[in-house]
């Protein structure tokens, strides 16, 4: 059975820091794994998809990192601002489940000015 | 232009009643899914559904059941609300490969 776990559980930094965000998950055949964002109240936005083939994916300040052999990916935002505060989760997608994600914990991130 | 809507956008009910939550996607996509997140914000999937198959996990209650008059809409439906049922319930729709498009939630309260 697929877990992931999302480390820290709760960040609060400083605006313009860089920061890292964790996820871990324990069955390393996965076909794909996203990171999302969630604002207080409101549904899920996808920030980067990586599939299984892939390193890593970029997009504006973020990146993310995949190391399938040992169940890591890493979140990485960039000169952080205000507006990054929010719920950010990962998912991995098992191939042969259906295409449905399993989540992580979520990591809540408050940026403060 | 809304991707992919959920209705109402807030339910609340009493224990034992029977109650569905509509989903539509204007995306074209083949795939459409309904998820939990219970009050730890943990996301889980419950029904994920093409025209071709429906695939249950298999820790939902028989109480939940999609239903898809067409390829554009997944209703949930609810029967006997329990306590436990409280939640935000999500729908999110995807095609092939592609990412999947989350609604914005449906936030269920049963009393």
């Known amino acids: 059975k697929q877990e992931v776990t999302q480390i820290p559980a709760a960040l609060s930094v400083p605006e313009g820091e860089n920061l890292v965000l964790n996820c871990s998950f324990t069955?390393?055949?996965?076909?794909?794994l996203q990171w999302f964002r969630q604002d207080p109240g409101k549904g899920l936005t996808s920030l980067l998809l990586i599939q299984s083939s892939q390193r890593e994916q970029t997009s504006g300040r973020l990146n993310a990192s995949l190391d399938k052999s040992s169940g890591r990916s890493t979140l990485y935002i960039a000169a952080s601002q205000p507006g990054d505060s929010a719920t950010y989760l990962c998912a991995v997608r098992r191939g042969n489940a259906g295409n449905m994600l399993t989540f992580g914990g979520g990591t809540r991130l408050m940026v403060k000015p | 232009d809304t991707a992919v809507s959920q209705t109402p956008k807030y339910l609340v009910t009493q224990m034992g009643n029977d109650k569905s939550i509509k989903c539509e996607q204007n995306?074209?996509?083949?795939?459409m899914y309904w998820y939990k997140q219970d009050s730890k914000k943990f996301l889980k999937i419950m029904f994920s559904?093409?025209?071709?198959?429906?695939?249950i996990n298999e820790t939902v209650p028989n109480r939940f059941s999609p239903k898809s008059p067409d390829k554009a809409h997944l209703n949930l439906h609810i029967n006997s609300l329990e306590l436990g049922d409280s939640a935000v319930y999500f729908c999110?729709?995807?095609?092939?490969?592609?990412?999947?498009?989350f609604g914005p939630g449906t936030r269920l309260l049963v009393l």
């Open positions: 559904y093409n025209n071709k198959e429906l695939i």
């Open positions: 999110a729709s995807k095609k092939n490969q592609e990412t999947q498009y």
């Open positions: 995306l074209g996509h083949d795939t």
């Open positions: 069955d390393s055949a996965i076909y794909n």
